[in-house]
């Protein structure tokens, strides 16, 4: 024990068995994610699904945004037959990752051109399953780990996230480009063996719930205590916190839908596409990430949420350039890094703000509420992207995304203030 202390921290991360399979783990959760957005509405839009339907099927996403119903169930009852034998987490995590493949696999037989309501429902089921996955996974790194290994954990998941999306953006655009849609989505179900094999080799938590007789009354419990604990703390603020989260990725989530159906109608091939906006522009979001963090650490959190709403908000204007001056793969690149790299610094700063709203007794539940709250909105108001587009063009509609900053900035401002007069407030020695 002794010896693994002194052992250097980066050496640490590498042989950790518990990272590696976070790692592992974190890749099985970033897989489905474009394969049910992002990616999937290039394939629609190729076969020349219109750009109103594209928008539509976006919502097929939003079970990452309502999974905080089903969380706290999780928590509290078994998984069907792979409980008794993995136990309660990891019987749900292999579970909902031989869904996501068997969901990716029927997908890949659809024929989106002429029966594309055969897409739609085995989207939702994936969209379901993979969001079922992330919920079950944030429980097992939770219950784990110590807290103070909680910032390793996540950064390996974070990292294995990033790798997968990189598979699931780039590796299928290939794919798709060079062999056909269907062997891109084949291989990306065969993918989901990497965290079905992390799920079989995971330690399975000892602490789990045990229902009692009148079981459904603590269930009930399981929805309500985090919730009321959440308001006692945040008080009459808590609207105002709640409504920062809804509209801090609004702009990303209602442009993210037409970026890649731009990109094909201004003419761009696959393989550029996933040149630029997947092996590119992951580095450069990686190098945003890291400047999130250090902007939070060195400026401190609410200058950094600032920043970053207001940069994500206005980087939507490249997308905007782009759209006005035509297939130019130079813009293409330029409004790839601005948007991956605001994007990145963003997504840190919200992440920093949404753990220093949840208690450590219930963070798992809170946490889904709070990451299935912040999507909402935007994956709503995506659906009716296409329609924008249709109706006034790619310039003004990713002009108007970059207008969202406006009250972004203005929410922020106005917790940044109610958060400082809270710490004074909490520094001021009580009357004797």
Not at 118 to 135: H, N
Not at 234 to 239: E, K
């Amino acid at each position: 024990m002794q010896a693994e202390s002194q052992r250097p921290s980066k050496l640490r991360f590498f042989l950790d068995r518990k990272l590696a399979l976070m790692l592992a783990l974190g890749f099985s959760s970033g897989l489905p994610f474009l394969l049910v957005f992002s990616t999937q509405s290039a394939w629609l839009r190729e076969v020349g699904v219109s750009k109103e339907h594209i928008g539509l099927m976006s919502w097929v996403a939003l079970a990452y945004s309502f999974k905080f119903l089903w969380a706290p169930l999780l928590d509290r009852y078994d998984a069907p037959l792979l409980g008794r034998w993995l136990g309660r987490r990891r019987g749900w995590m292999a579970l909902t990752q031989v869904g996501v493949a068997l969901c990716l696999a029927a997908m890949a037989f659809g024929d989106p051109a002429n029966n594309l309501p055969y897409t739609i429902v085995f989207a939702f089921a994936l969209g379901f399953c993979a969001a079922t996955q992330d919920i079950i996974i944030d429980g097992w790194r939770i219950a784990i780990a110590p807290p103070e290994q909680q910032g390793e954990m996540s950064a390996a998941s974070q990292v294995g996230y990033k790798f997968a999306i990189l598979c699931a953006g780039a590796g299928a655009l290939y794919l798709a480009q060079f062999v056909s849609w269907r062997a891109a989505y084949l291989a990306m179900a065969c993918l989901m063996i990497v965290g079905l094999g992390a799920s079989v080799l995971a330690p399975e938590p000892k602490a789990h719930i045990v229902v009692r007789p009148g079981g459904h009354l603590d269930a009930l419990a399981a929805y309500a205590d985090p919730l009321r604990d959440f308001f006692s703390r945040n008080g009459r603020f808590a609207l105002l916190f709640l409504a920062l989260l809804a509209i801090y990725r609004l702009p990303d989530f209602v442009s993210g839908v037409m970026a890649n159906p731009l990109y094909i109608d201004l003419g761009f091939s696959k393989a550029e596409i996933a040149n630029v906006t997947k092996l590119f522009g992951f580095w450069v979001g990686l190098g945003g990430i890291f400047a999130g963090g250090i902007a939070v650490t060195r400026f401190g959190l609410m200058p950094s949420l600032l920043i970053g709403g207001i940069a994500a908000s206005a980087s939507h204007l490249s997308l905007a350039a782009l759209a006005a001056t035509g297939a130019d793969i130079k813009m293409l690149t330029l409004a790839v890094c601005v948007e991956n790299f605001a994007g990145g610094f963003a997504g840190t700063a919200l992440i920093a703000f949404m753990s220093s709203l949840t208690s450590p007794l219930y963070a798992a539940a809170q946490y889904a509420l709070l990451s299935s709250l912040y999507a909402l909105p935007g994956k709503i108001l995506g659906g009716f992207s296409g329609f924008a587009v249709a109706a006034f063009g790619y310039p003004a509609f990713f002009v108007a995304t970059s207008c969202i900053g406006i009250p972004v900035a203005l929410i922020c401002l106005a917790v940044w203030r109610v958060q400082a007069r809270q710490a004074a407030s909490e520094q001021q020695p009580e009357p004797a």
